[in-house]
C-alpha cells in the first residue's frame, strides 16, 4: 500500500500496522530509503533547520510578538494578530512553523485545539497536512474522517512514524514517481477540467506542494461533507477571485451557501473569514510561474549528495545560504551574485512588509470604528453593515499576504497589489462606521492607533479562564469568561 513509515533515527523504510480503534490497517513494507539514501539523508536535515532568513525561517517564534528576542519573538512581527482574530482560536497561538517532519508533534501541541476538553473544538481535518497516513484513514473512515474529533487521533498517529514524508508526493508502487494522494486537490482540479495524471513533470514538482499550501475552508454538513477540505479556486487564485467565490456559495458545488464565515469577530461583529497558506496561489501568477519556475526549483534545488547530482529534499528558504541560492537561483541568474540576490529578494520583502504592517493597523481601526459606532446607540444600521463588509474584506485582503509567508518572496508585485485593496477598504470601512454615528466618533477615532487600540501581547485558552485578564483590555471584554479547566492533552500526552 501508499504508506511507508518513516523514522528519523534511521536511514530506511519500514513497514507498520497504524492502529485506529479496534481495528488495524497493514501499511505494507519497503525499504526503499535504500534505493533513494542520498534523497533520504537530504530529509533529514529538516530535523536540525534552525536557521532564520530576514523575514522567515525555521526557529518557531509567536508570530505578534515583537517585544521579545527569538525564540519566543522577533523583530519582524505582527502585534495585532491577537486582536484582528479575536473570538477565534488562531487568537490563543499563533506561531511559526518548525517545518514538515515536525508537523504532527506541533499541531498537537498548540492552543488553538481545545486541550482542556475532551473535544478538541477542531476536526480530524487538521491532520490532513501532517501525515503520511490520511490515505489509510480515509479508506477505512471514509468522509466521516473528517469530521470526527481531533483528539481520537493522538494516540493512532506518531509523530515519529507518521509525520508528513516520501509518500505524501511519491508512489512507491510506481518507481516513486510523483502523485497526488490530496482529495481535495484532486476535486479542485476536477473541477477546473483538470486530471493531474495529465501533468508535466515540471507542473507536478508544483502540485505536490499545492497539497498543502494554498488556501481552502472546511465544508459545512448543512451542503456538502463535515469539515471536508475544500479549495476555492472556482473564479480564480488572487484575494479578490476568492473573496467573490466565498461571498455567494453554490451548495451543489461549494460544500456551503451564501457568505461563507469562519467567524464572528468578538468587537465587531463582523462575520470573518480566515485565510490559511496560499502560496501556491501568490506565486501561480508570478514571474518565476510565468517563466516555468515550479516550486521545488527553488525550494529542492538540484544538489550534490556525495557522488550523486539530486534535488533537495530538504524543504526551505534558498536565502539561507551562498550555497544553496547557487543551486535554486544561479541556473538561470548566471550574472548575479548570492549577495545581489539575497539583497534584491529582502529589498521587496521589506517594502511589502512595512504594508502589511500599515494594512494590518487599519484593519484594527476598521474593527475599532466599528465597535465605537455599535457603542454610540445610534448609528445608521444600514451603513454599519456595509462597514461591517468592508471589514470583512480589508482584512481578507490582509490576511491573504500576511498568511502567505514569504513577506512577498513569492510575488511582490501581487502582494502589493492585495495590500493596497486591503488598506483601501479598510479606511472604506471607517469612513462608513463614522457616517453611521454621524460623525461623532469622528473625534475618538483621530488617534494614532496604539493609543487607540494597543495590541494584545498576550492571550490563550488559559488566560481567558480569568476575569482579571479579560479587564486588561477594552476589547478582551468582548469575550465570554472560560470555566477554569486542567490540561487534558500534552502533545499525544494523556494527562488525565
Not at 527569538?70 to 512553523?97: C, T
Request: glycine share 6%; with cysteine; aromatic share 10%.
Amino acid at each position: 500500500m501508499r504508506h511507508i513509515a518513516i523514522l528519523a533515527a534511521g536511514a530506511f523504510l519500514f513497514g507498520t500496522v497504524l492502529t485506529a480503534g479496534a481495528e488495524e490497517l497493514d501499511l505494507g513494507e519497503g525499504n526503499l530509503a535504500f534505493e533513494h539514501l542520498p534523497q533520504y539523508q537530504s530529509y533529514l536535515q529538516n530535523y536540525d533547520d534552525s536557521q532564520m532568513t530576514e523575514y522567515g525561517g525555521s526557529v518557531p517564534h509567536r508570530k505578534h510578538d515583537d517585544f521579545n528576542p527569538l525564540p519566543k519573538g522577533y523583530k519582524h512581527a505582527q502585534p495585532y494578530l491577537k486582536n484582528l482574530w479575536l473570538g477565534y482560536p488562531f487568537s490563543y497561538e499563533y506561531d511559526r512553523a518548525r517545518g514538515h517532519v515536525y508537523a504532527i508533534e506541533d499541531v498537537t501541541k498548540i492552543d488553538r485545539i481545545n486541550r482542556y476538553s475532551e473535544q478538541a473544538g477542531l476536526p480530524s481535518t487538521c491532520y490532513n497536512c501532517k501525515t503520511t497516513a490520511i490515505p489509510e484513514l480515509l479508506e477505512k473512515h471514509g468522509d466521516n474522517f473528517w469530521s470526527m474529533n481531533f483528539h481520537d487521533f493522538r494516540t493512532v498517529l506518531d509523530p515519529k512514524m507518521h509525520s508528513i514524508g516520501c509518500t505524501n508526493c511519491h508512489d512507491p508502487a510506481r518507481q516513486m514517481r510523483l502523485v497526488i494522494t490530496s482529495v481535495p486537490l484532486t476535486e479542485a482540479l476536477e473541477r477546473q477540467g483538470k486530471d493531474w495524471r495529465n501533468a508535466s513533470r515540471n507542473e507536478m514538482r508544483s502540485l505536490v506542494c499545492a497539497q498543502c499550501h494554498v488556501e481552502y475552508y472546511f465544508e459545512t454538513a448543512e451542503h456538502g461533507v463535515a469539515a471536508k477540505p475544500h479549495f476555492p479556486w472556482d473564479k480564480g487564485m488572487n484575494a479578490e477571485d476568492i473573496y467573490r467565490f466565498k461571498s455567494n456559495g453554490n451548495p451543489e458545488r461549494d460544500g456551503f451557501e451564501g457568505q461563507f464565515t469562519d467567524w464572528v469577530h468578538a468587537v465587531s461583529k463582523t462575520p470573518m473569514i480566515k485565510v490559511q497558506h496560499p502560496e501556491y496561489e501568490m506565486s501561480s501568477d508570478s514571474v518565476h510561474a510565468q517563466a516555468g519556475v515550479s516550486c521545488a526549483d527553488c525550494h529542492m534545488p538540484r544538489s550534490t549528495e556525495g557522488a550523486v547530482r539530486i534535488s533537495s529534499h530538504h524543504w526551505t528558504s534558498p536565502l539561507k545560504t551562498d550555497e544553496m541560492i547557487r543551486n535554486a537561483c544561479m541556473g538561470c541568474h548566471t550574472d548575479r551574485t548570492p549577495a545581489d540576490l539575497r539583497d534584491r529578494t529582502v529589498y521587496n520583502q521589506e517594502r511589502v512588509w512595512k504594508q502589511l504592517n500599515i494594512a494590518q493597523e487599519k484593519s484594527v481601526r476598521a474593527h475599532e470604528a466599528v465597535r465605537q459606532a455599535m457603542e454610540h446607540g445610534f448609528a445608521d444600521a444600514e451603513l454599519l453593515n456595509e462597514a461591517r463588509e468592508m471589514v470583512r474584506k480589508g482584512q481578507w485582503f490582509w490576511d491573504y499576504v500576511s498568511a502567505e509567508n514569504s513577506a512577498g518572496a513569492h510575488n511582490p508585485v501581487k502582494a502589493l497589489d492585495t495590500l493596497a485593496s486591503s488598506q483601501q477598504y479598510s479606511d472604506e470601512a471607517v469612513r462608513l462606521a463614522i457616517r453611521a454615528t454621524n460623525h461623532e466618533i469622528a473625534g475618538s477615532m483621530d488617534q494614532p492607533i496604539k493609543e487607540l487600540v494597543p495590541p494584545i501581547r498576550e492571550h490563550s485558552r488559559k488566560l481567558q479562564q480569568s476575569q482579571e485578564h479579560l479587564d486588561s483590555h477594552v476589547w478582551l471584554q468582548y469575550l465570554p469568561l472560560l470555566p477554569e479547566a486542567d490540561l487534558v492533552w500534552d502533545g499525544n500526552e494523556r494527562l488525565r
